[in-house]
């Protein structure tokens, strides 16, 4: 490294170009770094969905979910199976472990699925869960005239130019009213007649029949024939006939059907009760969501002469605070991390030319995050701000060192004096720098989601510390050789050096009371972490609340409007609390594509002054009187917005296992009340459902072989009467129109369900001669983990004690009388957070090795390396006590802290210890060297220190809406490094005496 050095200063003009050329090439690798909020993980995790049209929930689970869930058993590496059965539909959720090959197993899962015994009529899709499958930005579309629609215009100009997008993988509108030319059946007269409405279907798709027969060979040509038969008006369908086989002539549907144009809405969207259209737009993976954002507004803002709109949710924004925020705590860091260097050294142009290596060495990383393809995410962001501090160690270390060796030969040969300067701290900042690059290596040991989140934090701390080494020992010296012209004589210590002066030596006379004291300290602290509570990750806090309204199964779409307009009249007429509100009703499920009519979701804007916890215990208690007058057994769930991102961990499951759904149903109820009656847990979720009231049809397959009826036949006849028949769109009178067939009236009751008519061998004969109707209660959903039915009851933590709310909560549970045959599992984030937890327990182990052993390798000695290792003792002291003075819980982000502090904490023991071999090396006594040593690496082992802590301490005093990086990992890195660093400066000598006791005693 010294030639590396050598080299720079006889070709200055060489290595300044390549750092100008480095800088630029960082700027531009960092303004076109892709921009988003989280790292692009792939999530080892796959979602089936079935849709099954007309099976109920038991038919869906029989026939659907619980052959699957066999077949998915075979799939290689699998974890876990999740089945939900709902009416129509089923949902399966296969984990697997993170560095699977989900592109190998997707294939297989679809080989398996394609080799399953499944009903002909379904439709299925296999998605991989990601960040990416979801919105990036909503948005309430209105039209610029209201007397004007905008739903045609959306679907044929906005939806294909939004779709045109780079980057856009889905564009999905709703609240769209979808037109029919409505026939409707008069039901009495059909029934006299004899006829169905599959027979009508079956007359009207006659008339535009449209089929190839073949072709033709005519003089060498072959001409393909085709039949065709369709019918262009209104009035030739009003004259079509349909037979009927009571009376033997064909019946005109004129005399028969009500024909009327219609509109209907499946679902409704409203932003601050104004109707309006819902946009919601999902990018593709690895591209750059505020590009794509931006690119949204800038086509919508093209149109603005057509549409208004309002965002309800823009993760853009989200992205670009986070981003702003990180950037202006790294930019105050700098600041306040070359301040502190100003302060010992008091030269400026050394102060300079070392925190010069902070933007250098930042931008250097920066090239290597675009060749990587990493993202300018809040991860690799947040290591850029910790690393700050970092980065400028090794240049103050060189600068400090050749200034210290000019001032005190102000006329001797500069650049002897830069060489010498660089060579002697060579050792010390490769090493240190090297041992605080290996402690990240273990962190991929840190298994899951989690592990994957840190390492774009671990890979940029990482470069730039290399960087920044590069620097130190290639641009300060050329720098510092033509910077320290006019300086004068100095062999003065300073009044902080003679006051250390007499603490090393008083320690080294007092060793033992100086190792008890240590042990003194020590102890009570690391009791005192008990008192420290744990969460996994901060929970994030918004300024958005959701609320989530779910009536009965099978309530209409309008009726769901009905009860949620009064939450929305209830909400704007408080809106100063809650400025803006949208509303969603018939909640659209973006991973299977089904829209619910019982469901409605709210997102409402608090207010800027507003709390959290009290807006949404009012906006929860008010919703519930307001609905309970009117809508009974409605569930109301108010919680705030949850953004995207790695699992907080701060939850507890109870799942709870029988075969028996009544008895698990109630086990369920139970173990919900428990935990609302709790006030250390929220946000209550029981995903066993309400039961259903149904009509089930039980035939007499006896009966209907005699009377040579088909259970198709039936199935139709009693399905027409309870859903319409949506025909293909048709062109009348010029205008294209989908046909829909009803009866004019719903069918009333269970009596004229039995009372249906049926064509037999026989003649007529009533449902009710073929069948008994029982009425029956069915569970809306059916839940299954690993082919065990069961039923989930969840909540949030509440405070930051994860491990004993978890453990009070499960306590509980157990000493509930549930119901016999149901047994219970708890666990939930705390489950994943112990796993976690060990698992970084073993990489800050193994980094104290990894680093043992870097050291040994430049020291030599084996007990050199166990005494720099000694201010690692000291970590705790500090680290603990700066989170207890703050109320901070210990987290990740902490646990992370703890692990970099392994390598930070020994450079200061480094840069000493390495002082001392030297001064030993030249054949100085033990006590001289020691004292030497620690006077002369006293201003250095400051100095870095100060910047380190000056550069993190807008992040400890931040007070950030929830974020990964919180300030728990600069208050952990402050508070370790303080207290290492004072008593390494005072506790390593006196090992070193220790461990060197024999040769100091053949001294003496």
Known sequence: MLSLTKFSLKNPAAIIILCVLLAGLGVFSFTTLKTDLLPDIEFPELSVTVVYPGASPQDVQEKITAVLEEQFGAVEGIESVTGQSFESLSRLQLAFPLDSDM?????????????????????????????????????????????????????????????????????????????????????????QLGLSLSQIQEVIEAAFFSFPAG????????????????????????????????????????????????????????????????????????????????????????????????????????????????IEKGLFGALFASLAVLLFLRNLRATMIAVLSIPLSLLIAAIFLKWWGVTLNVMSLAGMTVAVGRVVDDSIIVIENIYRKTKLDPNGDKKEHTILGTKEMLNPIISSTLTSIVVFLPLGLVGGITGAFFMPFALTVVVALLASLFVAITLVPILAKVSFIKLEEDHKDGWMVRLYEKLIKGALKYKALVCILAVLLLIPTLLLAQNLGFVFLPNETQKIVKADIQLP?????????????????????????????????????????????????????????????????????????????????????????????????????????????????????????????????????????????????????????????????????????????????YTLDGTEQKLRIAYDRALEGKEELESLRFFTQEGLVQLNDLAEVREELTPTSIQSLNQRTFARVSAQIIGDDLFGVSGAVSEAVRQLDLPEGVSLESGGGSDETLQTIQDLIVAITIAVGLVYLTMLVFFG?????????????????????????????????????????????????????????????????????????????LRPILMTALATIAALLPLAFATPEGGLISKGLALVVIGGLTTSTLLTLIFVPVIYSLAFYKESKLER
């Open 861 to 937: 000695k084996a007990r050199v390396p166990f005494i720099i290792l000694t201010s690692i003792l000291f970590v705790p002291i500090g680290s603990i006590l700066a989170l207890l003075l703050v109320n901070e819980p210990m987290s990740m982000s902490a646990m992370i802290g703890l692990l970099m502090l392994v390598g930070i904490v020994v450079t200061n023991a480094i840069v000493l210890v390495d002082r001392i071999n030297q001064n030993r090396a030249a054949g100085m006594r033990m006590n001289d060297a020691l004292v030497e040593a620690g006077k002369t690496r």
């Open 215 to 326: 072709s033709v060979e005519e003089d060498s040509l072959l001409i393909p024939i085709r039949l065709e038969q369709k019918i262009e008006t209104l009035d030739e369908l009003k004259a079509l006939t349909v037979l009927s086989p009571v009376r033997n002539e064909g019946v005109a549907l004129d005399e028969l059907v009500t024909f009327n144009e219609v509109t209907e809405q499946n679902e409704i969207s409203r932003y601050n009760l104004q109707d309006a259209l819902s946009l919601s737009i999902i990018k593709k993976q690895d591209i750059n969501t505020v590009q794509v954002v931006e690119q949204v507004l800038e086509t919508l803002n093209y149109y603005d002469d057509t549409i208004e709109y309002a965002v309800s949710f823009d993760q853009a924004a989200g992205i670009k605070s986070s981003i702003k925020g990180l």
């Open 103 to 191: 592109e190998k197993v997707t294939v297989q899962v679809n080989e398996l699925m394609n080799a399953a015994q499944l009903p002909d009529s379904i439709t299925t899709r296999v998605d991989q869960f990601s960040f990416d499958a979801l919105p990036v930005i909503n948005l309430a579309l209105f039209s610029k005239d209201q007397g004007t629609g905008i739903e045609a215009w959306a679907e044929e100009v906005l939806r294909p130019e939004l779709q045109r997008i780079q980057g856009v993988s889905q564009v999905a509108l709703s609240g769209m009213t979808n037109a029919y030319l409505d026939m409707q059946v008069n039901k009495e007269l059909a029934n």
């Open 553 to 729: 199964a099978s309530t209409p779409v309008q009726e769901t409007n009905q009860a949620v307009q009064r939450l929305e009249e209830y909400v704007i007429a408080n809106k100063e609390r809650y400025p803006n509100t949208f509303i969603s009703i018939g909640s659209y499920d973006y991973m299977s594509g089904v829209t619910r009519s019982n469901q409605a979701e709210l997102l409402i804007e608090l207010a800027s002054e507003s709390k959290l916890e009290l807006a949404i215990e009012e906006l929860q208690a008010e919703f519930e009187r307001i609905l309970d007058d009117d809508n009974e057994n409605t569930v109301v769930n108010v919680q705030e917005l949850q953004t995207n991102g790695p699992p907080t961990n701060n939850n507890i499951d109870i799942d709870l296992f029988s075969n028996d759904m009544d008895k698990l149903a109630e086990a369920a109820q139970m173990v919900e009340e428990l935990m609302l009656q709790r006030d250390d847990v929220k946000y209550v979720i029981n995903n066993m459902e309400d039961k259903q009231q149904q009509w089930t049809v039980h035939l007499d397959a006896q009966r209907i072989n005699e009377l040579g009826v088909s259970p198709f036949m039936i199935l139709g006849m009693v399905n027409e009467q309870l859903a319409p028949i949506e025909l293909d769109s």
